[in-house]
Nanobody, 123 residues
Framework: QVQLVESGGGLVQAGGSLRLSCAAS????????MGWFRQTPGKEREFVAR????????DYSDSVKGRFTISRDNAKNTVYLQMNSLKPEDTAVYYC????????????????WGQGTQVTVSS
């Protein structure tokens, strides 16, 4: 089992920044590709970003590319999502995800999910 705990969400004005963190425990962190997803009420959970096991590769959704940066620190068992130039449409619950498969992260079918952290961007 892998436990994922997100933190860092909150209320921010449009144009501002937030950094989300996701702390993992339970298994060898570096064996897992990691990802971030988000969900708003009435909508399906959508992919935001993913990062490979050692952090050498990363992908982003078109809606956040150039504004968000995913990174990881395997020594701290933590993955981060730096969010800059935030927009009201970025408002959502953000979820951390872990899976040994890089592909399954992008498919939205990770083995483990965190509980989510709320991000609210005011206009």
């Amino acid at each position: 089992q892998v436990q994922l705990v997100e933190s860092g969400g909150g209320l921010v004005q449009a144009g501002g920044s937030l950094r989300l963190s996701c702390a993992a425990s339970g298994r060898t962190f570096s064996n897992y590709a990691m990802g971030w997803f988000r969900q708003t009420p009435g909508k399906e959970r959508e992919f935001v970003a993913r990062i490979s096991w050692r952090g050498l590769n990363a992908d982003y959704s078109d809606s956040v590319k150039g504004r968000f940066t995913i990174s990881r620190d395997n020594a701290k068992n933590t993955v981060y999502l730096q969010m800059n130039s935030l927009k009201p449409e970025d408002t959502a619950v953000y979820y951390c995800a872990a899976d040994p498969s890089w592909t399954d992260i992008l498919r939205g079918e990770p083995e483990y999910w965190g509980q989510g952290t709320q991000v609210t961007v005011s206009s």
